[in-house]
């Protein structure tokens, strides 16, 4: 069983920085690959950031490349994602997900398995 918790949302100011944490329970959580999510009301779940298993791969969204930066910590089960250069069109509800053990990464939300229960995000301009 998996289990997502996410953490480190809230409100900041334009130009501002958040921590994204989402931390695992679960074998399948430790070998699988991660991405973070996120819905603004009235929109689609889009994909943010991903990172492989090892860690050795990182992707992005071209909204967010330069800005976001996804890691993390097998040791801890916690994926990251930092947060810089915040804009008020970053405002939303933030997701972690897993995919199934050596998956690799996807941008189509469907295919993640595990999901946490997302962490509100809100960019002040």
């Known amino acids: 069983q998996v289990q997502l918790v996410e953490s480190g949302g809230g409100l900041v100011q334009a130009g501002g920085s958040l921590r994204l944490s989402c931390a695992a329970s679960g074998r399948t959580a430790r070998y699988g690959a991660t991405g973070w999510f996120r819905q603004a009301p009235g929109k689609e779940r889009e994909f943010v950031a991903g990172i492989t298993w090892s860690g050795t791969s990182t992707y992005y969204a071209d909204s967010v490349k330069g800005r976001f930066t996804i890691s993390r910590h097998n040791a801890k089960n916690t994926v990251y994602l930092q947060m810089n250069s915040l804009k008020p069109e970053d405002t939303a509800v933030y997701y972690c997900?897993?995919?199934?053990?050596?998956?690799?990464?996807?941008?189509?939300?469907?295919?993640?398995?595990?999901w946490g229960q997302g962490t509100q995000v809100t960019v002040s301009s």
């Open positions: 997900a897993v995919r199934g053990t050596y998956n690799p990464i996807s941008y189509n939300p469907q295919r993640y398995y595990y």
